[in-house]
Nanobody, 116 residues
């Protein structure tokens, strides 16, 4: 049973922080790169952050650099996205993606709303 389950979303005010989690099961998590995407209503899905299988390399969209941090704990089969200094434009459904070769898995998404 392959699963990716996001959690940690919610409603916060601008400037506050959230940590999203991506719990994986049913596959060899440590072999997969992890990516976080987000999709706001009426907008295309966009890549937010990426982390390599061992966690040695990370990359970020320009819009979140300096505010978001992607990480992973392979012993717990879990990926994370720490989101600081949240802005209203960060409002979206956030999705976790795991990729290795031709295998791609998606989670169900978790809602993040940033509003006064």
């Amino acid at each position: 049973q392959v699963q990716l389950v996001e959690s940690g979303g919610g409603l916060v005010q601008p400037g506050e922080s959230l940590r999203l989690s991506c719990a994986a099961s049913g596959f060899t998590f440590k072999m997969y790169a992890i990516r976080w995407y987000r999709q706001a209503p009426g907008k295309a899905r966009e890549l937010v952050a990426n982390i390599s299988p061992a966690g040695s390399s990370t990359s970020y969209a320009d819009s979140v650099k300096g505010r978001f941090t992607i990480s992973r704990d392979n012993a717990r089969n879990t990926g994370y996205l720490q989101m600081n200094s949240l802005k209203p434009e960060d409002t979206a459904v956030y999705y976790c993606n795991a990729y290795f070769a031709s295998s791609i898995y998606w989670g169900q998404g978790t809602q993040v709303i940033v509003s006064p």
